[in-house]
Antibody, heavy 118, light 109 residues
Framework: EVQLVESGGGMIQPGRSLRLSCAAS????????MSWVRQAPGKGLEWVSV???????HYADSVKGRFAISRDNSKNTLYLQMSSLSAKDTAVYHC????????????WGQGTLVTVSS | ENVLTQSPGTLSLSPGERAALSCRAS???????LAWYQQKPGQAPRVLIY???NRATGIPDRFSGSGSGTDFTLTISRLEPEDFAVYYC??????????FGQGTKVEIK
């Protein structure tokens, strides 16, 4: 069974850094493209970042230069390193698995809440 | 950036009625790269339709997707009580960018 479990969220002060993790089971993160998608409280979905099988990474303009996506194949885990956080980054962060050959996300984790507040 | 605009913002319908949700893109979208998701409160989104018209595993056949170019539609033929939720369309475009519509809430009338 495919499963994605995020962790690492919490309350953090503006300007600080935080690393989110997404533990995958039932498939391997290095043979699928993987993304982070966030949802601010009461708002819609916003794509954040993607990492492809070849290691190529891309980011939304809103997080470029501040966030970094990576994976650890030995731990079958996806990461999102977030820095220079502001209140605008407050959201539930979901990791999602991409469907091969298509542009959608076929599996999602439940998400981890990041609250940026002083 | 390819902006997706969903309409209406809210759809008030009764169980058993037909729902038609629209998603309009500012630039043409490849058929393989348009998807629809359902999200209920406190839950992660789940994909309903991928590649414009393919139902995801386990999705009932009352859900169907259609469209091409810049205009896409999600149709729910007969609303069941569990279908009242928020629906998002999503597209992929190059350079790698994934965008979501703002969502359509289907509520019980």
């Amino acid at each position: 069974e495919v499963q994605l479990v995020e962790s690492g969220g919490g309350m953090i002060q503006p300007g600080r850094s935080l690393r989110l993790s997404c533990a995958a089971s039932g498939f391997t993160v290095d043979t699928n493209y993987m993304s982070w998608v966030r949802q601010a409280p009461g708002k819609g979905l916003e794509w954040v970042s993607v990492i492809y099988v070849d290691g190529d990474t891309h980011y939304a303009d809103s997080v470029k230069g501040r966030f970094a996506i990576s994976r650890d194949n030995s731990k079958n885990t996806l990461y999102l390193q977030m820095s220079s956080l502001s209140a605008k980054d407050t959201a539930v962060y979901h990791c999602a698995k991409g469907r091969p050959g298509y542009g959608d996300f076929d599996q999602w984790g439940q998400g981890t809440l990041v609250t940026v507040s002083s | 950036e390819n902006v997706l605009t969903q309409s209406p913002g809210t759809l008030s319908l009764s169980p058993g009625e037909r729902a038609a949700l629209s998603c309009r893109a500012s630039q043409s979208v490849s058929r393989n790269d348009l998807a629809w998701y359902q999200q209920k409160p406190g839950q992660a989104p789940r994909v309903l339709i991928y590649g414009t018209s393919n139902r995801a595993t386990g999705i009932p056949d009352r859900f169907s997707g259609s469209g091409s170019g810049t205009d896409f539609t999600l149709t729910i033929s007969r609303l069941e009580p569990e279908d009242f939720a928020v629906y998002y369309c999503q597209q992929y475009s190059s350079p790698p960018r994934y965008t979501f519509g703002q969502g359509t809430k289907v509520e019980i009338k």
